[in-house]
């Protein structure tokens, strides 16, 4: 069975660092993988998307992610954080060539943002 | 384009209490999908339907729940006899038609329950 594992539960880091959120899958083959974002009560924004191609993703607010296939990863990257970038932050999973079935998903990664 | 509606946002109930949630999804995506969200915990699917038809229903989804999709076009999920541990977010989303390489589900805002 397809699975995400986002290891770090919370992350707080100074307006202005660097971010990287870590994500990997299992699954037996190379699935689909988004990085979606989610404010406090809201629903999920899609940050960005990795189908195939270039292994280097870019995304919305300044966000990327890079597929690496040998180690299972696909970590979110951002070079400057800003303050509104607090939230939680899900990688999810689908299986190749089935972008419309229901995503997998990992436990999530909140970030928080201090001056 | 208006995104993926949910109503109500909030929702609080008593235990023992049959709710129902409506999704609007994205006008002319076929697939139509029903998630739970419990604190601290990623999404869960629940269920999907492409077009009118229910596809595949998650093994949370207990008997107590059902989802409908009868036109195709908005959807609702009923829980009967509400208990406390159906206290959660309730998310919905829509994605393009079926066969389309890379459909992406777009999320509307969620109806958060609480049971009492």
């Known amino acids: 069975a397809q699975s995400v594992t986002q290891p770090d539960i919370h992350i707080t880091v100074s307006e202005g660092a660097s971010l990287e959120l870590r994500c990997n899958y299992s699954y037996g083959a190379t699935p689909y993988l988004f990085w979606y974002v989610q404010s406090p009560g809201q629903g999920l924004q899609l940050l960005l998307k990795y189908f195939s191609g270039d292994t280097l993703v870019q995304g919305i607010k300044g966000f990327e992610a890079e597929f690496k296939r040998s180690q299972s990863s696909f970590n979110l990257r951002k070079p400057s954080v800003h303050w509104s970038d607090a939230a939680e932050y899900f990688c999810?999973?689908?299986?190749?060539?089935?972008?419309?079935?229901?995503?997998?998903f990992g436990k999530g990664t909140r970030l928080s943002v201090i001056a | 384009d208006t995104g993926v509606s949910q109503d109500p946002r909030h929702k609080i109930t008593k235990r023992g209490q049959n709710v129902t949630f409506r999704c609007d999804p994205i006008s002319e995506h076929n697939r139509l999908y029903w998630y739970r969200q419990t604190l601290g915990q990623g999404p869960e699917f629940l269920t999907y339907?492409?077009?009118?038809?229910?596809?595949?229903k998650s093994r949370l989804l207990s008997d107590r729940f059902s989802a409908e999709r009868p036109k195709g076009s908005f959807s609702t999920l009923e829980i009967q006899r509400t208990e406390q541990g159906d206290s959660a977010m309730y998310l919905c989303?829509?994605?393009?038609?079926?066969?389309?390489?890379?459909?992406?589900?777009?999320f509307g805002p969620g109806t958060r329950l609480l049971v009492l």
């Open positions: 999810a999973v689908a299986p190749m060539n089935s972008g419309n079935t229901p995503l997998v």
């Open positions: 339907f492409q077009n009118e038809a229910q596809l595949e």
């Open positions: 989303a829509s994605s393009p038609q079926a066969g389309t390489v890379g459909g992406t589900q777009y």
